[in-house]
């Protein structure tokens, strides 16, 4: 089993949809990271967080410590969403990452 | 500041034949990374280092080597290349304390092995 889970694998939705990502994971961790990669491009970090929830125009991110689960949100989707969602956990220094979830939104 | 820069974007190699990429960061950040990402497998780490003139095997260190002689740039060497190390290379730093923990990646290294 992955240290860290994440569903969907893959996500096709329509413009202006409300989008949810869910990452779940199995170890201590110090902070979770969402990262965003476009199709042939590079890794950009969209959120690092260890507690609560984050905001950044459209996005949301949200992570409970507890049951060891955090959310990205898109609101309002668009297509220059479409991209690859990957969550990532801290591990002293060390990331540990998703399989990532690959979003498409179609006008 | 440029970030984190990869050199090169792209390269084709024979089986067997070497090369050197290089990640360089401007950010004097303390750990550098560097993951390999293939389709359907994700980002896995291939060394990384803590500080300069150190560095520490990841998930999937075999085949290459690296060095970090200097605090902004880490190297990755690849002796004898084989078809299975084509994939695409990235590099990423961060600094060693929170709450700076993000990190910062380059734009990639795409390797094909023939």
């Known amino acids: 089993k992955n240290e860290v889970e994440q569903s969907p694998q893959n996500l096709t939705a329509q413009e202006g949809e409300f989008i949810t990502i869910n990452c779940s994971y199995s170890?201590?961790?110090?902070?979770l990271h969402w990262l965003q990669q476009h199709p042939g491009g590079g890794i950009v970090s969209l959120f690092m967080l260890s507690s609560g929830k984050k905001k950044h125009g459209r996005l949301i991110a949200t992570i409970n410590i507890q049951e060891k689960h955090s959310s990205l949100h898109i609101t309002a989707s668009h297509p220059r969403d479409s991209a690859v969602y990957i969550c990532?956990?801290?591990?002293?220094?060390?990331?540990?990452f998703g399989q990532g979830t690959r979003l498409t939104i179609n006008p | 500041n440029a970030g984190v820069t990869q050199t090169p974007k792209f390269r084709v190699l024979k089986t067997g034949q070497s090369m050197t990429l290089l990640c360089a960061q401007d950010?004097?950040?303390?750990?550098m990374y560097w993951y390999r990402q293939d389709p359907g497998m994700g980002l896995r780490l291939i060394h990384y280092?803590?500080?300069?003139?150190?560095?520490a095997k990841g998930e999937v260190p075999d085949g290459y080597n690296v060095s970090r002689l200097k605090k902004q740039n880490f190297l990755l060497g690849l002796e004898s290349a084989a078809p299975s190390q084509t994939s695409v290379y990235f590099c990423?730093?961060?600094?060693?304390?929170?709450?700076?923990?993000?990190?910062?990646f380059g734009p990639g290294t795409r390797l094909t092995v023939t």
């Open positions: 170890v201590g961790i110090s902070a």
């Open positions: 990423a730093s961060t600094n060693r304390d929170p709450p700076s923990y993000e990190q910062y």
């Open positions: 990532a956990v801290r591990e002293a220094q060390k990331l540990v």
């Open positions: 280092s803590v500080g300069e003139g150190t560095t």
């Open positions: 950010m004097n950040h303390e750990y």
